[in-house]
């Protein structure tokens, strides 16, 4: 037995308290599904309302495992949300505050990094996005950047190359490869992080008009004033409306296809681009015609991502890996889908700061059970390392969600959350705030200076989050209580009181 310590541990788990099973089991194998502004909206295990889009094999994982149903990230945003996973911390700990001049410090501890320490096989594939090298892993393929959807060039371990074909495909590709030719006596851990369905939203070719050109449904506030909101929320610059590019919206080609490709997305793309442009349609049906190409194209993307994912778990089941192998699928944060007129994320609000979370844990999951509790992204790192009993460092924010998995939820699980977003001035323009999330409320402060002011909401009689109640009397007891354990969360995760000068953002220069 090559892991003695992790086995006894991994035993405990995997069977409750009894520790008096026969054969001592491996520590489980780890594989981490992670995708990029995938929102919870577009997973059908989450019911949405609008029924958008069917999502079997990620569903697969809700049936056979738990579904979160609040799994929150701390800072909506691309790079410092992979920076969260990685070491279960906020971004004032870990260093990565915004994608537009953070850089990770590959040297801090991070949970890949211990697992490997512990005798774990790792591997990465896929979108990174925190621009130093990746640490921790015996093998890693990223791509640049953001990546492109075909024929992506990538970085292999300091190598360029470039992947004929579609980057879900190229991404699931690469991590069956690696699960192929892995060492069987080791456990391991594997980072499979999809580019989709992040924007410019280009989907695999085949499947193009995977709608058969059905509409889709509107969400009810697509028209949103921004009425009942402050000067941030009314001054963004991310809406269907006036935001969205050519690039977005398919009048120009994505990088990278090649002259067969780009028939086949002429094929689709040039008779509805033709048709528009005859159209020439305005105001709310313009809105309305972009939100259609908007949902084909992301919806599309996520039909490859959930192929992806059935890939995946057949070859677990074929190779009588499922029941040691933990499998997580979330994404990097939520995001819109036309809510408020928007795409794109970054706010403390519902549809951004909610992630799918969907986790199947053999002898630890219950399968086919939810969670309401309030989980995050911070609590990844933590439940990996008690699963492979290796003690969570201390400073680590989140906590194992064992327990809550097994239907045990602890007594002091968290009933608040800490939110804190920094990217201003930036892309989107949405203005730096931090909050505190209860089940019910949300208390924001937006902080920057001109554009200063407190918001509350009550999501129990406003699940929109359309109509600030600060201030109100009959919420005065609640916001007292709210700002009381905001100041608590900031003081016990000794959030810096003015934002560190790593987060000053200075004005791109112009070449
Ligand atoms: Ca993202």
């Not at 939203?201 to 509409?215: G, K, Q, V, Y």
């Amino acid at each position: 037995m090559r892991f003695p310590a992790l086995a006894a541990v991994a035993l405990a788990l995997a069977s409750g308290s009894r520790a008096d099973a026969q054969e001592p089991k491996r520590p489980p194998n780890i594989v981490v599904i992670f995708t990029d502004d995938h929102a919870y909206q577009a997973v059908s295990a989450y019911n949405h309302p609008l029924k958008l889009n069917q999502t079997p094999n990620i569903d697969r994982l809700a049936k056979e495992g738990v579904r979160l149903d609040r799994c929150l990230v701390p800072n909506s945003i691309c790079g410092p949300s992979r920076a969260v996973l990685l070491t279960g911390r906020y971004s004032h700990s870990n260093g990565f505050y915004n994608n537009t001049n953070s850089r990770f410090d590959g040297s801090q501890t991070t949970f890949p990094k211990l697992l490997q320490r512990a005798g774990y096989q790792t591997a990465l594939f896929g979108k990174w996005h925190l621009v130093s090298d990746p640490t921790g892993f015996d093998t890693w393929q990223i791509l640049p950047g953001q990546g492109q959807y075909y024929n992506p060039p990538m970085n292999r371990m300091g190598e360029r190359v470039v992947m004929p074909g579609y980057v879900t495909d190229v991404i699931t590709d690469l991590s069956l490869e690696w699960l192929g030719r892995r060492d069987r006596d080791r456990p391991f851990l594997l980072m499979c992080q999809h580019k989709a369905p992040h924007r410019e939203w280009s989907p695999a070719l085949r499947h193009l008009n995977h709608n058969n050109d059905r509409p889709f449904p509107e969400p009810d506030t697509l028209f949103d004033d921004y009425a009942g909101r402050g000067v941030a929320e009314r001054t963004q610059d991310m809406t269907l409306a006036k935001t969205i590019t050519a690039l977005d919206m398919k009048f120009t080609d994505p990088p990278g296809l090649t002259p067969d490709q780009k028939k086949a997305w002429d094929a689709y793309y040039t008779p509805r681009n033709t048709a528009f442009k005859a159209a020439n349609p305005q105001g709310r049906e313009l809105v309305r015609w972009r939100y259609q190409r908007y949902l084909h194209d992301y919806l599309g993307c996520v039909k490859a991502v959930d192929e992806g994912v059935g890939r995946v778990l057949d070859y677990l089941d074929k190779e009588g890996l499922a029941q040691n192998t933990i499998v997580l699928y979330a994404s990097d944060q939520g995001f819109y889908l036309g809510e408020h007129g928007w795409f794109d994320k970054r706010w403390i609000f519902e549809e951004s700061v909610r992630t799918p979370g969907l986790i199947r844990w053999p002898g630890v999951a219950r399968p086919g059970t939810s969670s309401e509790r309030i989980t995050s992204l911070l609590d990844v790192a933590p439940t990996f390392l008690e699963a492979a009993g290796i003690p969570i460092p201390e400073g680590t924010h989140g906590r194992s969600m064992a327990g809550l998995l097994r239907g045990q939820v602890p007594a002091d699980w968290r009933t608040s959350f800490y939110y804190h977003y920094y990217e201003y001035p930036g892309p989107h323009n949405v203005r730096r705030h931090y909050g505190v999330v209860t089940d019910r409320y949300k208390l924001v402060r937006f902080y920057e200076p001109g554009v200063e002011y407190w918001e509350l909401f009550d999501r129990q009689a406003d699940p929109r989050e359309l109509t600030s109640v600060y201030g109100r009397p009959e919420h005065a007891a609640a916001q007292r209580d709210l700002h009381a354990e905001l100041d608590r969360l900031r003081r016990e995760l000794r959030v810096p009181e003015t934002d560190p000068p790593e987060t000053i953002i200075l004005p791109k220069k112009k070449k």
